[in-house]
Each structure stands twice: as structure tokens, then as C-alpha cells.
């Protein structure tokens, strides 16, 4: 990735990239008035400047390159550049080389298309044998045209960002069948290497010392047991620490409540929060962010067995609260509540966790939002953070009615109420937020809980720099999050 001043026709690349608005009387270029002649030609072929639209014509004059014009949508953000720089890259796989003269010289328009380009270079083919030339392959080298300097500095902190990005979505692509608790664990300790962080790996003999259970009682179905795995970060001079959780379950049947033959599609994309949180601590440690932060990675496989916990079994979390289990398949929050307690008594400035959590949060915001829950103040800077990096994430509440779902007739609580569907998204996040704890004088920790069921992996059609699979969403709003409120 290099930016560059000089004129597009001048470089020597095979496709040069311009963009176009979507005006109320039709598209309009971006900037090269020299080229406004093209207009008739590109709408008779159907340029309309929409956002993900990609028009290609032939060679420019002088130059060995072709034209692509990219739609930037109705309005010019930052985030609208990202996405329009990733939309022509991604569709633009098998090519060369190509140089982005979208007209934009504004600092953080030109942040946003290197990122957008790096974020599109992503491709997964581990498991292609006999198919992968069918895969055309990223853009090998990419351009950007712009008058705005950027400093080396600021390409290598994308591309630092945008790795650990393409490090999440490689985990979160993994077959189930491969990445397992224990190769989980070898795959973030292999991550973490060269980076200054410490990694700590209780296998299932350490975590039932440690009265961990929840990961456990969800772990004891499969023959690959249980893992948490404990990545620590602290810089010297930090003066702010943030504890982080999350669900890694590298594959969920649901257990004894088995799931619907095609409810379990997917299911190995059910540890993408752990995924996430390991990709935000080595971002933030490779970056040398001035916080202290300690992630809590909960995994386990949720299999049917002989050994496999029952309805009505009852689990005893780290810190002694007792859950009786009415749902075998609502695992995630039981994995999650162990590691919620021990990132409570370090007693942090503040908790995030990220998980895969629901199906309702799909059925509530679709699968391109986050649903939010918990503390107001730091829910909306997660909240502002999603705006600003083109991640939407949306504040949900957490109504006290909804509490008595989770009383139980035996024990502390329950893990879910048969039968009841209402506000299930909701009801996790109460689940999760009885697991928070206190402060010397009695407070409650922050405490921010992300949803992610259905952003984290990419269902329907490729969009802007997003192809089919993984995401890894929230990597990138989570370390602005950081940057912005504990730095």
C-alpha cells in the first residue's frame, strides 16, 4: 500500500479508480473535470454513484490503464470513502495493480480508503484444494492518489489494525473440526508471539480448581476439553485497566437442547467474540496504547455425550453463584459468567465482553448491528466509536422486569425461562450483568456487553470492503473505544 501524488494516468498500474456521487439529477464525478465526458457513456451503462457500484471502461488515453468508477453513495464521510476504496478493491480481486484517484484529499477521507483497500485484500481459501484458482486473488498492490501527506507512521498503524482484523476473521473461518479449545489456544498463543503481552492457558484440571463452573460444566460433553486462555498486557506508565471477556465456543449443537439441523449451520463461528477480543489486545499492544487491559477467552465445545450436562442440572459459577440450567443451548452467557467474576476482581476501571450471544439479536437488528447493553455512558462510547469506524452498533436496554425470567426454583438463578422468547437478547445481558462486580465503595464496574450473533459473520451478498464469511467486526470501534476513554 503506498499514497502518491502524481497524476493517475501517469502511474503505472492496471486499473485506475475514480469515483462518482450520487446526485438528484444523476452521477456526478469526483473531482477530473477532463473526464466529465464520460458521463453519458457511464450512465448509459448504468452508473448511478450508488454505494458498492463499480462501472469498468476501457483503457485510459496515454496510459496502459483502464477506468473503474466506484459510487460513493449521496453523501461524502469518512466512512463512505472506506467503504467505497474497499467496494473497488474487493471487486477488482485478480488484479495487479490499482491506483484509487477518488478526489479525495481530506486527511481522514484518505485514512479511510487505505483502510477500506487493506480491509478488502482479504481472502480465505485453507480449505480450497482442488478449487482455489477459481479464487481470484486480492489486489497485489494498491495506490492512492492523493495531495494529503500521510506518514509512513500512520500506513503502518493501518495495516497493524487490518492485520489483527484479518487475524480474527481467519480464526472465525476456521472449520470447527480444526480449531477446537486447545488449538485455539495454540493458535492465540502462536498470535501473541513477539508481542508484549503475557498468554496463560488453564486447561480443565486448572479451571475446576478455580471454581470455573460454568466452562466446565458447557466443556464436559466434548473429549477435547475446556480452555480459558488469560492474554495480559501491561505497559509501563498505564494508569487505566480494562478487563475483557470472551465466548469462545468452537462449536455449539445446542447439547442436550439440540438445535434444528440448520440452526446448527455456522455454529463454528460461535467463539468470533474470543476472536475478537484477541485481535483488539494484540492491535492495542502492537500499537503501544498507554492501558493496561487482561482478556478472558472462555472456550469450550457444546456437544451432545454421555458426559454432557442435563436440563435441570445445576453449575456452580466462579464466586459461588449457583445457575440451574433450563436450556442446554444457551451456553454462551454460562462460559462467559466465570470469566466475568475473575475480570471483576482485578477490579478494572471497566469490563467489555464481546460474544456471540443470541439469535435474537439477529431478530432485533439484522446482521449488520451490534446490540449494546449495560453501563450508559460506556455503552454510547461504543455506540459513537461503531459511527466513527463505520461499524454500526446500537444501544440496547436492559428493563428490570425482565430479571424474574431468570429466578429459579433450587438455585441463584436460571439460566433462561423455557418457553419465553421475549427480549431474549435483553435477558443475556442481565444474565451477564449479575456477574459484574463491585468497586471498594460499593459501585458497580462499567460494564459493556456486545452482541455480535450477527454481525460477526457475513451472510448475504459482498459489500463494500466485506466479502462472504467472517467480519471481524468491533476490532476496530473497540480500539477507538480505548483510544478515546482510557488513554
Not at 495531495?147 to 500506513?155: E, I, M, N
Request: aromatic share 4%; hydrophobic share 45%.
Amino acid at each position: 500500500m503506498t499514497t502518491s501524488a502524481a497524476a493517475p494516468a501517469s502511474l503505472d498500474v492496471d486499473v485506475v479508480v475514480i469515483a462518482a456521487r450520487a446526485g438528484k439529477d444523476g452521477p456526478e464525478l469526483v473531482a477530473h473535470p477532463d473526464l466529465a465526458g464520460l458521463l453519458p457513456a457511464l450512465t448509459a451503462v448504468g452508473l448511478t454513484g450508488k454505494a458498492d457500484e463499480l462501472v469498468r471502461l476501457p483503457s485510459i488515453e496515454g496510459s496502459r490503464a483502464s477506468l473503474a468508477v466506484v459510487g460513493l453513495g449521496a453523501e461524502l464521510t469518512a466512512d463512505t470513502a472506506r467503504r467505497a476504496a474497499g467496494a473497488a478493491i474487493r471487486q477488482l480481486a485478480g488484479t495487479g495493480s490499482v491506483a484509487l484517484a477518488l478526489g479525495l484529499d481530506d486527511e481522514s477521507h484518505v485514512h479511510a480508503m487505505v483502510e477500506g483497500a487493506m480491509l478488502a485484500a482479504y481472502s480465505f481459501t485453507d480449505y480450497r484444494a482442488k478449487t482455489a484458482s477459481k479464487v481470484k486473488a486480492p489486489v497485489a498492490a494498491v495506490t492512492v492518489c492523493t495531495q494529503a501527506s500521510v506518514p509512513d507512521a500512520a500506513l503502518e498503524r493501518i495495516r497493524v489494525i487490518t492485520d489483527h482484523v484479518a487475524l480474527v476473521r481467519d480464526l472465525t473461518n476456521r472449520s470447527g473440526g480444526d480449531l477446537y479449545p486447545q488449538s485455539f489456544a495454540d493458535a492465540a498463543t502462536e498470535a501473541a508471539k513477539g508481542a508484549p503481552v503475557t498468554v496463560e492457558v488453564w486447561d480443565e484440571k486448572k479451571l475446576a480448581a478455580e471454581g470455573c463452573g460454568g466452562i466446565i460444566g458447557i466443556g464436559q460433553g466434548s473429549s477435547r476439553p475446556p480452555r480459558l486462555v488469560k492474554v495480559s498486557y501491561a505497559p509501563a506508565g498505564a494508569t487505566k485497566h480494562v478487563g475483557l471477556v470472551g465466548k469462545g465456543i468452537t462449536y455449539d449443537t445446542g447439547g442436550i437442547s439440540v438445535k434444528p439441523a440448520d440452526a446448527m449451520n455456522g455454529m463454528q463461528n460461535d467463539m468470533g467474540g474470543a476472536a475478537v477480543l484477541l485481535g483488539l489486545i494484540l492491535t492495542a499492544a502492537r500499537l503501544g496504547l498507554p492501558v493496561r487491559l487482561t482478556a478472558y477467552l472462555c472456550m469450550a465445545e457444546n456437544l451432545i455425550s454421555s458426559t454432557a450436562i442435563r436440563v435441570n442440572d445445576i453449575l456452580t459459577m466462579r464466586g459461588g453463584t449457583t445457575v440451574e440450567v433450563m436450556n442446554t443451548d444457551a451456553e454462551g452467557r454460562l462460559v462467559m459468567a466465570d470469566g466475568m467474576v475473575l475480570a471483576s476482581e482485578e477490579n478494572p476501571d471497566a469490563i467489555i465482553d464481546v460474544a456471540t450471544l443470541t439469535g435474537a439479536a439477529i431478530v432485533s437488528l439484522g446482521r449488520r448491528t451490534v446490540g449494546v447493553m449495560g453501563d450508559d455512558e460506556l455503552a454510547g462510547a461504543v455506540v459513537a466509536a461503531g459511527r466513527e469506524t463505520g461499524e454500526p452498533h446500537w444501544h440496547m436496554p436492559l428493563p428490570e422486569e425482565l430479571r424474574s425470567q431468570l429466578d429459579s426454583r433450587f438455585a441463584d438463578m436460571t439460566n433462561l425461562k423455557p418457553g419465553n422468547r421475549d427480549g431474549g437478547m435483553l435477558v443475556a445481558g442481565i444474565f451477564l450483568r449479575e456477574f459484574v462486580g463491585t468497586r471498594a465503595d460499593g459501585s458497580t464496574i462499567p460494564w459493556a456487553h456486545l452482541d455480535i450473533a450477527g454481525a460477526a459473520v457475513n451472510e448475504g451478498p459482498a459489500y463494500g470492503y466485506l466479502d462472504a464469511g467472517a467480519t471481524g467486526v468491533s476490532v476496530r470501534t473497540l480500539l477507538t473505544v480505548l483510544e478515546k476513554h482510557f488513554v
